[in-house]
């Protein structure tokens, strides 16, 4: 009986859900990416749709580009290895702002939770983008691996500082954001690492 215990609660311990980091005030938002990169639209390129990759850590591409080679082929990734995760948002409006909130861990099943706040006031002079966030999990024995990528929907009014919307977009967050009545959107990817 104490050995059939113990072994329920060894089973519930290692399947328990683990918040590796998350956000807890509005300075950290933004902190929880390794990398971060804005990518605008006058300069061409677009974004329609959300994706999610895994990869090894690259040598000297911006994440973009790193992203664009990733999508054509997917690379192997052994022990020895650190693991990314690279994420592209939906394109952009200037004022919205997009951040990591928490990064959970289960077993070999990670969840990213990511906010997506749309911006609900009046706009004068405007541009689009979409970012690109990379995380790094560091190297993982080898095995399967499931990672699920939830961007929740968020609205709001006002900035930090209302009059810089543009230039400190990495530093400058929503005051009064709330839940959005968009659908939170949940993509998935799994990996190998060998």
């Not at 804005?38 to 329609?48: A, E, F, I, M, S």
Request: charged share 30%; with cysteine.
């Amino acid at each position: 009986m104490k050995l059939a215990c113990f072994f329920l609660l060894l089973t519930g311990l290692l399947h328990s859900q683990e918040v590796l980091k998350s956000v807890k005030d509005r300075s950290q938002r933004g902190t929880l990416s390794d990398q971060r990169q804005l990518v605008r639209g006058d300069t061409g390129k677009w974004n329609d749709t959300a994706l999610l990759l895994h990869s090894p850590k690259p040598a000297g591409k911006s994440l973009d580009d790193w992203m664009d080679e990733l999508a054509e082929k997917k690379p192997a990734v052994t022990a020895a290895e650190e693991n990314w995760l690279l994420f592209r948002t939906r394109q952009l409006d200037d004022n919205d702002r997009v951040w990591i909130e928490k990064i959970e861990r289960s077993g070999n099943a990670f969840t990213i939770t990511m906010h997506e706040a749309i911006w609900q006031g009046n706009y004068f002079k405007t541009f689009t983008y979409y970012e690109v966030d990379a995380l790094n999990l560091g190297k993982l024995p080898p095995g399967d691996y499931t990672v699920t990528w939830l961007v929740r929907p968020l609205v709001f009014k006002q900035l930090e500082k209302p009059r810089e919307a543009q230039n400190n977009y990495q530093t400058n967050w929503p005051t009064d954001d709330q839940l959005g009545e968009k659908k939170p959107l949940e993509l998935k990817t799994t990996f190998v690492v060998r």
